[in-house]
């Protein structure tokens, strides 16, 4: 942090030099004034803030020279229009008149900033940890071709400061036998005791056939054992690249955490949940009364549909919707199609005589009122769950509430995503909705709970628009 706030300032001084101490562009010298220097109060929380939401202030594991260059560029090509914007909005003199020493910053920040954290910092990095720090003991999780092949990526990078203790994988066959010099100590059920045994400090696990149960229950075992974990998988290939993955020599990596929220991190989420709520409930009034009136002129009955859900760690609440069904309808239908869904069943409703095919959601369901057919289809039957928001039941981005008697096909690993608020949107629904399988889903639910920040919320609610506006995978 410190080295870019120097870069700033030399790139800050250097612009304005460039530009009004070389004589090279028409108009009078000026020199640097106290009022100039001022403005660095506006550069640097600016400066600092953007680096740090892209990753550049957490310790990561040194990957590409592309994937740092990247992200250094991105960092100080946003930081910099932040604070020409800033300058715009302010009206004040200096951004307006003089954009061209942004420009010339701009240049001599990438300048000092890629170089040095490219070769500087990682020599720095390699004397620390290679020379005289203690490496960091791990275990792989697969003996396989993956497990392998990181194995040797590993010991082929001169950044990392990881020491391979042993593999871990189910095959008795590999039990007790040696892998490039590494030894295969037990299955994955004895993850904790070997972790110990071994004195391992991090787990990295490389088994793409674990599957999503397989894999979750064995993060839930390495957490026991208070562990570190990282996958070395593209299992999370639906969720955004930039949300906390990293790259050991072009393998990409997923940080597995439990971060219980602390007080700050509940008051920031339930303000961005009553600011968003507010504001869209204000924006959308007109469109709330021209619905209501659409339903009671086609479809006698209640405008909205009202239904018990389980909410935060299962507790009950009632749900809001627009009501797009006849009264009266039987919710067998729903029951057979929700058993289907999570058990992982045909779920082909629409025509039986496309028996081979996967459907994953209802798409010719007959209670359904023509009306609540285009509300279906464009979301608008969701609008009233704002409601559930600003009361608090609910979240702007969170895993889909269940119905009760959908917990009774759920899976142990299934109900960990009753540990959030339920929320309007999600991962699932930017990443296909109702096209992902129930597993898929809540793998998505689970890992945006553990990896939860403003930022992603912002990224999912606006990956969402595009989504509601397609229709992708709504019926």
Same mark, same amino acid.
């Given at each position: 942090?410190?080295?870019?706030?120097?870069?700033?300032?030399?790139?800050?001084v250097g612009g304005f030099a460039l530009r009004f101490s070389t004589g090279l562009f028409?108009?009078?010298?000026?020199?640097?004034?106290?009022?100039?220097?001022?403005?660095?109060?506006?550069?640097?929380?600016?400066?600092?803030?953007?680096?740090?939401?892209?990753?550049?202030?957490?310790?990561?594991?040194?990957?590409?020279?592309?994937?740092?260059?990247?992200?250094?560029?991105?960092?100080?090509?946003?930081?910099?229009?932040?604070?020409?914007?800033?300058?715009?909005?302010?009206?004040?003199?200096?951004?307006?008149?003089?954009?061209?020493?942004?420009?010339?910053?701009?240049?001599?920040?990438?300048?000092?900033?890629?170089?040095?954290?490219?070769?500087?910092?990682?020599?720095?990095?390699?004397?620390?940890?290679?020379?005289?720090?203690?490496?960091?003991?791990?275990?792989?999780?697969?003996?396989?071709?993956?497990?392998?092949?990181?194995?040797?990526?590993?010991?082929?990078? %001169?950044?990392?400061?990881?020491? =391979?203790? !042993?593999? #871990? /994988? *189910?095959? $008795?066959?590999?039990?007790?036998? %040696?892998?490039?010099?590494?030894? =295969?100590? !037990?299955? #994955? /059920? *004895?993850? $904790?005791?070997?972790?110990?045994?071994?004195?391992?400090?991090?787990?990295?696990?490389?088994?793409?056939?674990?599957?999503?149960?397989?894999?979750?229950?064995?993060?839930?075992?390495?957490?026991?054992?208070?562990?570190?974990?990282?996958?070395?998988?593209?299992?999370?290939?639906?969720?955004?690249?930039?949300?906390?993955?990293?790259?050991?020599?072009?393998?990409?990596?997923?940080?597995?955490?439990?971060?219980?929220?602390?007080?700050?991190?509940?008051?920031?989420?339930?303000?961005?949940?009553?600011?968003?709520?507010?504001?869209?409930?204000?924006?959308?009034?007109?469109?709330?009364?021209?619905?209501?009136?659409?339903?009671?002129?086609?479809?006698?009955?209640?405008?909205?549909?009202?239904?018990?859900?389980?909410?935060?760690?299962?507790?009950?609440?009632?749900?809001?919707?627009?009501?797009?069904?006849?009264?009266?309808?039987?919710?067998?239908?729903?029951?057979?199609?929700?058993?289907?869904?999570?058990?992982?069943?045909?779920?082909?409703?629409?025509?039986?005589?496309?028996?081979?095919?996967?459907?994953?959601?209802?798409?010719?369901?007959?209670?359904?009122?023509?009306?609540?057919?285009?509300?279906?289809?464009?979301?608008?039957?969701?609008?009233?769950?704002?409601?559930?928001?600003?009361?608090?039941?609910?979240?702007?981005?969170?895993?889909?509430?269940?119905?009760?008697?959908?917990?009774?096909?759920?899976?142990?690993?299934?109900?960990?995503?009753?540990?959030?608020?339920?929320?309007?949107?999600?991962?699932?629904?930017v990443s296909g909705r109702s096209t992902v399988p129930f597993d898929e889903m809540v793998?998505?639910?689970?890992?945006?709970?553990?990896h939860w920040s403003l930022k992603t919320d912002l990224e999912i609610l606006f990956r969402?628009?595009?989504?509601?506006?397609?229709?992708?995978?709504?019926?």
């Open positions: 942090m410190t080295s870019d706030v120097v870069v700033m300032f030399l790139a800050f028409q108009g009078p010298s000026e020199f640097l004034r106290a009022e100039h220097f001022s403005t660095l109060v506006l550069f640097v929380p600016v400066w600092i803030i953007v680096h740090g939401l892209n990753g550049l202030y957490v310790p990561r594991v040194m990957g590409t020279v592309f994937d740092q260059a990247s992200g250094l560029l991105k960092a100080i090509s946003l930081a910099s229009l932040l604070i020409l914007a800033l300058g715009f909005y302010t009206q004040t003199n200096y951004f307006m008149e003089k954009r061209l020493v942004h420009l010339f910053g701009w240049t001599i920040a990438l300048s000092l900033n890629v170089p040095l954290r490219l070769f500087l910092l990682r020599r720095l990095y390699q004397s620390q940890f290679g020379g005289h720090k203690k490496l960091n003991r791990i275990l792989i999780v697969g003996a396989g071709v993956e497990g392998t092949r990181f194995l040797q990526r590993v010991r082929s990078s %001169e950044a990392l400061n990881y020491d =391979v203790v !042993g593999f #871990v /994988d *189910d095959d $008795p066959a590999k039990h007790g036998n %040696e892998i490039d010099g590494v030894r =295969v100590l !037990g299955p #994955v /059920d *004895d993850l $904790p005791s070997l972790s110990e045994e071994a004195q391992a400090d991090q787990v990295f696990v490389a088994i793409p056939s674990l599957g999503q149960e397989g894999t979750l229950a064995m993060m839930s075992r390495c957490m026991k054992a208070q562990l570190p974990v990282r996958l070395v998988s593209d299992i999370l290939h639906l969720i955004a690249s930039d949300t906390q993955v990293e790259t050991i020599d072009g393998v990409p990596t997923y940080d597995v955490r439990t971060e219980g929220g602390s007080d700050l991190a509940r008051f920031s989420k339930r303000a961005f949940d009553l600011a968003v709520s507010s504001a869209l409930l204000l924006a959308f009034f007109p469109l709330f009364l021209f619905i209501a009136a659409l339903i009671k002129i086609f479809s006698p009955g209640p405008v909205l549909f009202k239904q018990v859900r389980a909410g935060l760690n299962g507790r009950e609440f009632t749900m809001m919707k627009f009501r797009t069904m006849r009264l009266e309808t039987d919710d067998s239908i729903h029951r057979e199609y929700a058993t289907r869904l999570i058990t992982g069943e045909k779920l082909d409703f629409a025509d039986e005589a496309k028996d081979k095919e996967e459907v994953f959601k209802m798409t010719k369901d007959p209670r359904v009122t023509p009306v609540g057919t285009i509300l279906r289809r464009t979301s608008l039957d969701e609008l009233p769950q704002l409601l559930n928001v600003w009361l608090g039941d609910m979240s702007v981005v969170g895993p889909r509430p269940p119905i009760f008697y959908e917990l009774n096909h759920y899976k142990e690993w299934h109900r960990k995503r009753l540990r959030a608020k339920p929320g309007l949107t999600g991962l699932w629904q793998l998505l639910d689970l890992y945006y709970i553990d969402t628009i595009p989504v509601v506006l397609s229709g992708e995978g709504a019926y």
